[in-house]
């Protein structure tokens, strides 16, 4: 896909520490999950990939990641 990079975290320190694809579960308006489908609707980011990054480990959280099309979640448990 190119040298589009896209970090989306609620945190400034965590978007400058991970300068990688990944997308926070848990944020304060839209939860990663929402951001993650809004993301595959728009035709300019539906095909990037998306790593959705965790503190929890949950068997929940990694069938919602799949159903809403993450291509990867990691946890920071």
């Known amino acids: 896909m190119g040298g589009l990079l896209l970090v989306i975290d609620d945190d ?3 978007r400058e520490i991970l300068e990688r694809v990944l997308l926070d579960l848990m944020m304060p308006r839209l939860n990663g999950y929402q951001t993650c489908r809004a993301l595959r609707r728009d035709p300019a980011t539906a095909r ?3 790593l959705m ?3 929890e480990d949950e068997t929940t959280d990694r069938f919602w990641a799949s159903e809403v099309g ?3 979640l ?3 448990a």
């Open 48 to 50: 990037c990939p998306i």
């Open 53 to 55: 990054l965790t503190s």
């Open 12 to 14: 400034p320190v965590e």
């Open 70 to 72: 993450v291509d990867d």
């Open 74 to 76: 990691t946890s920071r």
